[in-house]
């Protein structure tokens, strides 16, 4: 007699090219979602009232709700996460009105992070389409620990922000030079950030795992941000030498 279930050993959609998911790789993303140690912080049960989606600004524009994203974690259903992964996860402005609004003490918007930091770490190409226009900013916040400094803020570096970058284009050498701290009169930096500090950072990019999540969504940027620590490493490195030999 056969005794199989009605489970599915692969997921798949009939008229789509893409290639069907094996169940085991649905239960991996899943489990590795919730084995994160915030996941029984951010998820305590929900009433599906939907109070989350109402306050909710990214619920406004797009195809995403966070009722609908608990929904499917709290009830486990493996192909409904991984179908919010390739696509709906992006949407979130992590706001995390939610988190304030939910009586269940949820946070919607903390589960979301969870589910991309997942995403990253199985090299989804969602998260690789997503993170693409973002290597500039990637590039500098992990080799400087700097973010976006104001020369960067142009049409050329952020062609897919549409004509409205035209509205942020403005005299800005001229405009930083009225701001009374010397350390942000500059268009080339957001703020200064000593070698020093810089090189600790990347060992706390490399202890974390940012470095990895990094080399699995780009290759090519994580060869050029490797080569830029390994220099400012051998920096500070030379800088150190030179104090021990003046105080020789
Ligand atoms: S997550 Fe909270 S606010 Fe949202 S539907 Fe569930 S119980 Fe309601
Ligand atoms: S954190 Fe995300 S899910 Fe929550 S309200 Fe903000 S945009 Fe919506």
């Given at each position: 007699m056969d005794h199989s279930t009605?489970?599915?050993?692969f997921i798949g959609d009939p008229v789509s090219d893409s290639p069907p998911i094996s169940r085991d790789d649905l239960e991996e993303v899943f489990q590795d979602i919730q084995a994160d140690l915030r996941f029984d912080h951010e998820l305590n049960g929900c009433l599906n009232c939907g109070i989350c989606t109402a306050t909710c600004p990214a619920a406004h524009y797009y195809d995403f709700s966070p009722r609908e994203i608990v929904q499917l974690l709290w009830t486990e259903n493996l192909e409904g996460i991984y179908d919010a992964m390739q696509e709906k996860i992006w949407s979130c402005a992590q706001c995390y009105t939610c988190a304030a609004r939910c009586p269940f003490g949820n946070s919607p918007g903390g589960l979301v992070m969870l589910m991309r930091e997942v995403a990253i770490k199985h090299g989804m190409q969602s998260a690789k389409d997503v993170l693409r226009p973002f290597s500039r900013v990637m590039l500098k916040l992990i080799s400087t620990g700097n973010q976006l400094s104001p020369d960067m803020i142009n049409p050329d570096h952020f062609a897919d922000w549409g004509p409205n970058l035209t509205k942020v284009e403005a005299p800005l050498k001229l405009l930083r030079?009225?701001?009374?701290?010397a350390t942000l009169?500059?268009?080339?930096?957001a703020w200064e950030v000593n070698l020093k500090t810089s090189v600790e950072l990347y060992t706390i990019w490399e202890m974390t795992g940012v470095l990895d999540q990094l080399e699995t969504i780009d290759e090519n940027l994580f060869d050029v941000i490797t080569d830029i620590m390994d220099e400012k490493r051998e920096d500070w490195e030379d800088f150190q030498d030179e104090q021990d030999d003046d105080d020789d």
């Amino acid at each position: 007699m056969d005794h199989s279930t009605r489970v599915q050993d692969f997921i798949g959609d009939p008229v789509s090219d893409s290639p069907p998911i094996s169940r085991d790789d649905l239960e991996e993303v899943f489990q590795d979602i919730q084995a994160d140690l915030r996941f029984d912080h951010e998820l305590n049960g929900c009433l599906n009232c939907g109070i989350c989606t109402a306050t909710c600004p990214a619920a406004h524009y797009y195809d995403f709700s966070p009722r609908e994203i608990v929904q499917l974690l709290w009830t486990e259903n493996l192909e409904g996460i991984y179908d919010a992964m390739q696509e709906k996860i992006w949407s979130c402005a992590q706001c995390y009105t939610c988190a304030a609004r939910c009586p269940f003490g949820n946070s919607p918007g903390g589960l979301v992070m969870l589910m991309r930091e997942v995403a990253i770490k199985h090299g989804m190409q969602s998260a690789k389409d997503v993170l693409r226009p973002f290597s500039r900013v990637m590039l500098k916040l992990i080799s400087t620990g700097n973010q976006l400094s104001p020369d960067m803020i142009n049409p050329d570096h952020f062609a897919d922000w549409g004509p409205n970058l035209t509205k942020v284009e403005a005299p800005l050498k001229l405009l930083r030079k009225a701001i009374p701290m010397a350390t942000l009169n500059t268009t080339e930096t957001a703020w200064e950030v000593n070698l020093k500090t810089s090189v600790e950072l990347y060992t706390i990019w490399e202890m974390t795992g940012v470095l990895d999540q990094l080399e699995t969504i780009d290759e090519n940027l994580f060869d050029v941000i490797t080569d830029i620590m390994d220099e400012k490493r051998e920096d500070w490195e030379d800088f150190q030498d030179e104090q021990d030999d003046d105080d020789d």
